[in-house]
Nanobody, 126 residues
Framework: QVQLVESGGGLVQAGDSLRLSCAASARTFSVYTLGWFRQAPGKEREFVSGIIWSGSATRYADSVKGRFTISRDNTKNTVYLQMNSLKAGDTAIYFC???????????????????WGQGTQVTVSS
């Protein structure tokens, strides 16, 4: 069982930055592939970014490439999402997700992840 707790959300203006954190309870955190998803009101939950167990491979949705950066610190059991140049369209609840890694694959659908956090709200005013 893995418990995930997100933090770092808030209300910011367009162009600002935020860093989200997700702390995991897993004793073997380093073997998990981690992902960030987001869900805006009335929309499906969508993939934002993912990172494999070693941190050597990452993946991003086209909508956030060049603005968001995912990273992880396996010594702190934490994954981060640095979000720069935020836009009103980034407004959503952001969820952290985890799945035992298999090779270098990073799932981009919700079905690819077994464990989920409760989410943190990010609101970007224009």
């Amino acid at each position: 069982q893995v418990q995930l707790v997100e933090s770092g959300g808030g209300l910011v203006q367009a162009g600002d930055s935020l860093r989200l954190s997700c702390a995991a309870s897993a004793r073997t955190f380093s073997v998990y592939t981690l992902g960030w998803f987001r869900q805006a009101p009335g929309k499906e939950r969508e993939f934002v970014s993912g990172i494999i167990w070693s941190g050597s491979a990452t993946r991003y949705a086209d909508s956030v490439k060049g603005r968001f950066t995912i990273s992880r610190d396996n010594t702190k059991n934490t994954v981060y999402l640095q979000m720069n140049s935020l836009k009103a369209g980034d407004t959503a609840i952001y969820f952290c997700a985890a799945q035992r890694g298999v090779g270098a694959g990073i799932p981009i659908t919700t079905y690819g992840y077994l464990y989920w956090g409760q989410g943190t709200q990010v609101t970007v005013s224009s």
